[in-house]
């Protein structure tokens, strides 16, 4: 089975620029959640969507959104990109309910911004 | 305020070397808690988990108990290998499961 898929993997972006990063989530997973890793730290909550609803938002601005589709594929959105907004950015997915609330992460896009 | 903290590296063991990675844990009620591995140019792997207090994960000889009393989760091995080496993230979930919090992680280089 194909695990959590993002692309593209790499982008490179210059200040003020938009970006848009796609997560496709396990088979049968509902719910995506995204997180942004700035090097040499551990992954930050940004946000979470289950059934196309948001369920969880991290302590992010409003230039970052995202949206979940019906296949339960996932964006997000950066807008007005700064120049600290250079990270990997994660998305996991997992399977909604219960105390089962494991995550499976994707590798990551490598945004930078210049 | 509800966090994740552990133990600073980076770590650089021998081969055969005991680990220890410490965690610790700010919380209300018993989140579940992981560990996650990240090795060179990938994204997280979970290593092992726990659902609740007294809970031992295990995988691959790494192992960690939930310690309700002391609201740790400490990461052991006790025989480290070269393929070891990578970037230990301790993490914990929120109680109603929809965001995790991630330590900022424990860099482990293991020399032959």
């Known amino acids: 089975d194909a695990g959590v898929t993002q692309s593209p993997t790499h982008l490179i972006k210059t200040r003020g620029q938009q970006v848009t990063l796609r997560c496709s989530p396990i088979s049968g997973h509902k719910s995506v959640s995204w997180y942004q890793q700035v090097l040499g730290q551990g992954p930050q909550f940004i946000f979470q969507?289950?059934?196309?609803?948001?369920?969880g938002r991290g302590n992010f601005p409003d230039r970052f959104s995202a949206r979940q589709f019906p296949n339960y594929s996932s964006e997000l959105n950066v807008n007005a990109l700064l120049l600290g907004d250079s990270a990997l950015y994660l998305c996991a997915s997992t399977i909604w309910g219960g105390n089962y609330n494991e995550q499976f992460f994707g590798p990551g896009t490598r945004l930078t911004v210049l | 305020g509800d966090s994740v903290t552990q133990m600073e590296g980076p770590v650089t063991l021998s081969e055969e070397a005991f680990l220890t990675i410490n965690c610790t844990y700010t919380?209300?009620?018993?989140?579940?808690l992981f560990w996650y591995v990240q090795y060179p140019g990938e994204g997280l792997q979970l290593l092992l988990k726990?659902?609740?207090?007294?809970d031992k994960g295990s995988n691959k000889g790494f192992e960690a108990t939930y310690r309700k009393e002391t609201t740790s989760f400490h990461l052991e091995k006790g025989s480290v290998q070269v393929s070891d080496s990578a970037v230990y993230f301790c993490a914990r979930a929120t109680n109603t499961g929809n965001q995790f919090y991630f330590g900022t992680g424990t860099s482990l280089t293991v020399i032959p």
């Open positions: 726990a659902t609740k207090a007294d």
């Open positions: 919380a209300t009620g018993y989140p579940s």
């Open positions: 969507y289950y059934e196309k609803e948001e369920r």
